[in-house]
């Protein structure tokens, strides 16, 4: 079982920027694809960004690409995600998840079956 705690949430104006962290113990990091997921009240979770175990492949949702860059540093079993040009759309929960199986891709619709607890993001207009 893999524990995920996510760290780097708060309040930006549009325009700018924040970085998220997911710091993971418990398995073997680096045989694990991530990704990061949010999700606003009333709407479903959302795939934003993906990163395969190894951090060769990555994938990102229409909404957010180009503007959000996903990482991973296995040596301090890390994942992060660099938000750039945040818009108040992009308001919402982020969540970090790995994915059940070794060495997946992480592209969105693979089983994500491990959460952190979340942290908010808030983009101010």
């Known amino acids: 079982q893999v524990q995920l705690v996510e760290s780097g949430g708060g309040l930006v104006q549009a325009g700018g920027s924040l970085r998220l962290s997911c710091a993971a113990s418990?398995?073997?990091?680096?045989?694990?694809?991530m990704g990061w997921f949010r999700q606003v009240p009333g709407k479903e979770r959302e795939f934003v960004a993906g990163?395969?175990?190894?951090?060769?492949?990555?994938y990102y949702s229409d909404s957010v690409k180009g503007r959000f860059i996903i990482s991973r540093d296995n040596a301090k079993n890390t994942v992060f995600l660099q938000m750039n040009s945040l818009k108040p759309e992009d308001t919402a929960v982020y969540y970090c998840?790995?994915?059940?199986?070794?060495?997946?891709?992480?592209?969105?619709?693979?089983?994500?079956?491990?959460w952190g607890q979340g942290t908010q993001v808030t983009v101010s207009s």
């Open positions: 998840a790995a994915e059940m199986i070794t060495y997946g891709l992480g592209r969105p619709g693979e089983d994500f079956g491990s």
């Open positions: 990163i395969s175990w190894s951090g060769g492949s990555t």
């Open positions: 418990g398995r073997t990091f680096s045989s694990y694809a």
